[in-house]
């Protein structure tokens, strides 16, 4: 996928995935920040997996409610939450806490999902696609009122006719985030087939001539630049790429061919479509466009082997793993920094799997990493 909070050198990068409400482009910063070289998870030295370790500092870090705790405002969230039960499902673990979490946000979605009586369908998607992937029914979700219904609401946001026919939401909601976030969601409870149609034809229609999608739906395409903040991204194509393979849809232009100019020499991936021009991989981006790849099948592509390092490997790299201090064991960093929203992010991508997340039987497992000497 929240609103993920980027740490980059003192500036806030505002605007990964699942982070709905109001999203903004990145802000890029002078100061260079040098990456700590983490020992990532060894599945040949440690018995548990990049996903389950990743899954058990989640559930562990989930709060008495159920609530996963915003990192910057130290209050639940209901976006961060909705993250922590989709990367929970994706590793197969963690079934109390999933539960817990669950309920939780069924009763604390209301303020989330809707600002000033205008809903937002990017909020609602990732609710229904926590929902889904809980086993919940986000038609009642939380009780039997109208108001309870997040299909019927986020249908509602759906422009059905004229020039914006597919298009989600009002002007402040409609960029590829919430496009594509909406349409997923559809999708995962096999929504309105003409929603669906006119949702990814809207989307299909974004698309860049290089394979990419830009954040805003509104404006031309423009060449993608760090610098000026301008261009297709790889966290809206990612996003988009998954919608689209979700509903049905086709694309104009092959997205493959706009990942394979994104990435890094290390394997990773940036959040502009721009390789080589000063940009650092962040876990977040890389972990959206492995989703991607996993959607397109594409994910053993070997032309995304960058130095013998693939996508999925370069994922992993940013995982703390027995170097660090015991609280950090499994969590994800951005900017050499432990980071609550990059291994919400991170989770579901190193276990394998794309949006939409099906239900599935869950164990009650914690797991965490086996450090000990010998």
């Known amino acids: 996928m929240p609103i993920f909070v980027r740490r980059a050198g003192g500036a806030c990068l505002v605007a990964t995935l699942l982070g ?24 040949q030295a440690q018995p548990v997996t990049a996903a389950a370790a990743g899954a058990g500092w989640i559930a562990h870090h989930l709060s008495s409610s159920g609530a996963l705790v915003d990192a910057i405002s130290h209050k639940p969230s209901a976006g961060d939450t909705a993250d922590a039960i989709l990367a ?160 049905g849809g086709q694309f104009a232009h092959a997205p493959l061919a706009f990942f394979t100019s994104s990435q890094e020499t290390d394997g990773s991936f940036g959040y502009y479509g721009v390789s080589g021009d000063g940009q650092r991989g962040d876990p977040d981006s890389t972990a959206e466009v492995v989703q991607a ?30 170097d660090a201090p015991a609280n950090e064991r499994g969590e994800f960093a951005y900017d050499a920094a432990p980071s609550q929203y990059a291994t919400v992010q991170a989770v579901p991508a190193v276990a394998g799997e794309a949006l939409p997340i099906s239900p599935r039987r869950l164990s009650s497992a914690e797991p965490s990493l086996s450090c000990s000497a010998g």
């Open 293 to 322: 790849l996993i959607a397109l099948r594409a994910i053993n592509d070997k032309q995304l082997v960058r130095n013998a390092i693939t996508p999925q490997k370069a994922l992993e790299n940013f995982q703390y793993g027995c």
């Open 88 to 247: 929970l499902v994706a590793a197969g673990d963690g079934s109390v806490q999933v539960k817990d979490a669950t309920q939780w946000l069924e009763h604390n979605f209301s303020s989330y999902v809707s600002a000033k009586g205008v809903d937002s369908p990017g909020a609602l998607g990732l609710v229904v696609l926590a929902a889904v992937a809980a086993g919940a029914d986000p038609t009642r979700f939380g009780g039997e009122a109208s108001a309870n219904d997040l299909v019927a609401r986020l249908v509602a946001t759906e422009h059905m006719d004229g020039a914006s026919a597919g298009l989600f939401g009002t002007t402040s909601s409609q960029n590829a985030f919430t496009q594509s976030l909406a349409l997923l969601a559809l999708v995962a409870v096999k929504g309105p087939s003409n929603a669906i149609r006119l949702g990814e034809a809207y989307l299909g229609r974004r698309q860049c001539a290089d394979g990419g999608w830009q954040y805003s739906l509104t404006t031309p395409c423009a060449k993608a630049d760090p610098k000026t903040y301008a261009g297709p991204d790889t966290n809206s194509t990612a996003l988009a790429v998954m919608a689209i393979v979700a509903a």
């Open 20 to 43: 709905l409400g109001a999203a903004a482009l990145p802000v890029a910063s002078a100061a260079t920040t040098e990456y700590r070289v983490h020992a990532s998870v060894s599945l």
